[in-house]
């Protein structure tokens, strides 16, 4: 059973796979080549963690088009127009990822070394711990992987 991402379309996916004791190594291989030409393929040994592959990966496209969403009406707020805002908000958060993707440095690492004491980032930071940004995004990871489960048992995927 796989859970890819849409990025795959792009051939820049995550695809979440699980294979029981009836698939053979040859299979998984042919699988994980097949499914490898569109995404980055990673494997869970138990079925269930696809609900949390589907919450964290699956739907996570998703939350980042809501950041460059709300970064972008903020921008447009502050006074850019609305065309350049997004041109930057896509930008960034593309560079982001690719600086996340090709360092060895974990997101927090990288967080800290772009966030100058008593700079602009770092106030930006302080203000997204006060308003529980990553309790936010647990609760919508939650939510989520909620409705999977949900939505597995609706199908009969009783495992």
Same mark, same amino acid.
């Given at each position: &059973? ?7 379309? #792009? %051939?820049? %996916?995550? !695809?979440?796979?699980?294979? /029981?004791? !009836? ?15 569109? =995404? ?15 919450? @964290?990966?699956?739907? %996570?496209?998703?939350?980042?088009? @809501?950041?460059?969403?709300?970064? !972008?009406? +903020? ?12 041109? #930057?908000?896509?930008? !960034?958060? @593309? %560079?982001?990822?690719?600086?996340? =993707? $090709? +360092?060895? /440095? +974990?997101?927090?690492? @990288? &967080? ?5 004491? $008593? ?16 309790? #936010? ?23």
């Amino acid at each position: &059973r796989t859970m890819p991402n849409t990025p795959a379309l #792009l %051939g820049k %996916g995550a !695809t979440g796979m699980m294979a /029981n004791e !009836t698939v053979s190594d040859e299979q998984k291989a042919l699988s994980e080549q097949i499914l490898g030409a569109v =995404s980055e393929c990673l494997w869970v040994e138990d079925e269930k963690m696809l609900d949390v592959v589907t919450a @964290l990966s699956g739907s %996570g496209p998703a939350y980042f088009f @809501l950041m460059i969403e709300s970064m !972008t009406k +903020s921008g447009v707020a502050l006074g850019l127009d609305e065309k350049t805002a997004e041109q #930057l908000s896509i930008q !960034t958060a @593309l %560079g982001a990822s690719m600086m996340a =993707s $090709n +360092s060895e /440095n +974990s997101a927090r690492e @990288l &967080r800290a070394k772009v966030t100058s004491p $008593n700079g602009t980032t770092q106030a930006a930071i302080e203000s997204f711990q006060d308003q529980n940004f990553e309790m #936010l995004v647990s609760h919508a990871m939650r939510a989520a992987f909620d409705r999977a489960r949900e939505m597995g048992t609706e199908l009969g995927d009783d495992d």
